[in-house]
């Protein structure tokens, strides 16, 4: 038989034990919540129909070469699509240093928008080349190349095979 006094000192130490560990599981949910809720009002952003204009009329760009698609949408020539284009490039930045420090899933931002960030990736990703090299040097949008890759990862981890169309969002018969 345990003697009583023994199991005086031993129950405090449980129901401290049980605290903390109820603690840490409400903390770690806590956090899981704030990291979904700072996506969706991200994602909500680029959801609505402003954010699609924006993201169509961007993704609807067309030019032959780096001085032809500065000579129609360089902030020098044409302020509205500049700034149109830096705002949807920043979004998807924004996504990338969220990935990037641990505070929102890869698999979280894939269901919601992977195919949208490696279609815009892969049609901006030889204009920001080039603009790191002219103008903001190697790190300029590094995080949306990072959340780029990730998406890419996580398409083929999930065996996915889809390429982005070569005509983007536009219909072709």
Do not use: C
Request: proline share 5%; net charge neutral; aromatic share 14%.
């Amino acid at each position: 038989m345990v003697p009583l006094d023994q199991v005086i000192y031993v129950l405090p130490l449980l129901g401290i034990a049980v605290s903390i560990l109820y603690y840490a599981m409400v903390l770690r949910n806590s956090n899981r919540t704030r990291a979904a809720q700072l996506f969706m009002s991200l994602h909500n952003e680029m959801v609505k129909v402003e954010g699609m204009v924006r993201f169509l009329d961007t993704m609807y760009m067309e030019w032959d070469d780096y001085a032809d698609f500065e000579r129609k949408y360089g902030s020098d020539n044409n302020p509205k699509a500049y700034a149109q284009r830096l705002s949807l490039w920043n979004s998807f930045n924004n996504y990338g240093v969220l990935l990037k420090k641990g505070l929102i899933d890869p698999e979280m931002i894939y269901d919601a928008a992977g195919a949208v960030i490696i279609m815009s990736w892969e049609k901006w990703r030889p204009i920001i080349i080039e603009q790191r090299a002219r103008y903001f040097g190697p790190n300029y949008f590094e995080h949306w190349e990072h959340l780029a890759t990730i998406m890419r990862s996580t398409q083929k981890r999930r065996g996915i095979t889809w390429e982005p169309p070569e005509t983007g969002f536009k219909f072709v018969e």
